[in-house]
């Protein structure tokens, strides 16, 4: 009777759980707030995240870096808690884009805050998949096929998106300086 085929051993990831949760925790919370997760649910769903880390981690086969299994791992989970928070819908808060920001001077601290509002209201504008490829690819540096194969899209879908979510933010910005201009004369 012929042996059965028995299945490839996958490599070892390079790094343990352990050691992907101190070192990513910090990108994963930014990326899952500029995602649009609320501050109040950004700590429960970075969990749901690392928990989904747990489960797959051998899994992970290194084809990509940590950073692009993490940050498409962010990008789902996201998107499921977004659209539970539309059945819930309670109003967000623009939040600063790492867990326990250290104390800073006051002035430099409110301009900071106001341009992190911005941007995230910007960023709250666009369409949840544009926003994903503007967030990986501008705000967390991964290159566009990095993000692609983070997003399970395409590449000429995700430089499709990149183009038409720079786009859409340019306009949303010129349509807000318009509306301050104009309340503001």
């Given at each position: 009777m012929p042996l059965a085929a028995q299945p490839e051993p996958r490599p070892a990831p390079a790094l343990g759980f352990e050691e992907i949760y101190e070192s990513y925790f910090e990108f994963v919370w930014r990326s899952l707030r500029r995602m649009g997760v609320p501050e109040r649910l950004v700590d429960d769903v970075a969990h749901d995240?690392?928990?989904?880390?747990?489960?797959?981690?051998?899994?992970?086969?290194?084809?990509?870096?940590?950073?692009?299994?993490?940050?498409?791992?962010?990008?789902r989970v996201a998107s499921l808690h977004r659209a539970r928070e539309k059945r819930h819908s309670l109003p967000d808060a623009v939040v600063d884009d790492t867990p326990d920001s250290e104390h800073r001077r006051p002035d430099a601290?409110?301009?900071?805050?106001?341009?992190?509002?911005?941007?995230?209201?910007?960023?709250?504008?666009?369409?949840?998949?544009?926003?994903?490829?503007?967030?990986?690819?501008?705000?967390?540096?991964?290159?566009?096929?990095?993000?692609?194969?983070a997003l399970v899209v395409p590449l000429n879908t995700a430089y499709s998106r990149l183009r038409l979510a720079r786009r859409d933010f340019e306009q949303a910005l010129r349509r807000m300086a318009a509306n301050r201009r104009v309340r503001h004369p």
């Open positions: 995240v690392f928990l989904v880390v747990h489960r797959r981690l051998p899994e992970f086969e290194n084809r990509s870096s940590v950073r692009t299994w993490l940050f498409g791992i962010a990008w601290e409110a301009m900071r805050h106001q341009a992190k509002e911005l941007v995230q209201q910007l960023l709250d504008e666009l369409d949840p998949a544009r926003r994903a490829i503007l967030v990986a690819v501008e705000i967390e540096e991964l290159s566009v096929p990095e993000a692609a194969e």
